[in-house]
Nanobody, 118 residues
Framework: QVQLVESGGGLVQPGGSLRLSCAASGFTFSSYAMSWFRQAPGKGRELVAS????????DYTDSVKGRFTISRDNAKNTVYLQMSSLKPGDSAVYYC???????????WGQGTQVTVSS
């Protein structure tokens, strides 16, 4: 049974940082591409960042380039999203996703709330 469990969300002031984690189980983590999505109230789900199986390929949506970094630790079955210089517009529920190939999005976590506010 595939499980993706996000953690690390919370309330942070503008300009602050957070690191999200997603612990995976129930599948061969190192064989799956991993992604982070986000969804703000009243908006659709947006792809934020993706990372290939060995971590050598990453992609980011333009609005987070230079501020967010996606990484993975295949030994710990965990993917991370380091978020810096946070803005109120980054406030959303952040979801972890696992895909059987790059640019495939097959399994979802339950999400973690990130709120950027003073």
């Amino acid at each position: 049974q595939v499980q993706l469990v996000e953690s690390g969300g919370g309330l942070v002031q503008p300009g602050g940082s957070l690191r999200l984690s997603c612990a995976a189980s129930g599948f061969t983590f190192s064989s799956y591409a991993m992604s982070w999505f986000r969804q703000a109230p009243g908006k659709g789900r947006e792809l934020v960042a993706s990372i290939a199986t060995a971590g050598g390929i990453t992609d980011y949506t333009d609005s987070v380039k230079g501020r967010f970094t996606i990484s993975r630790d295949n030994a710990k079955n965990t993917v991370y999203l380091q978020m810096s210089s946070l803005k109120p517009g980054d406030s959303a529920v952040y979801y972890c996703n696992a895909g059987v190939a790059y640019r495939r999005y097959d399994y979802w976590g339950q999400g973690t709330q990130v709120t950027v506010s003073s």
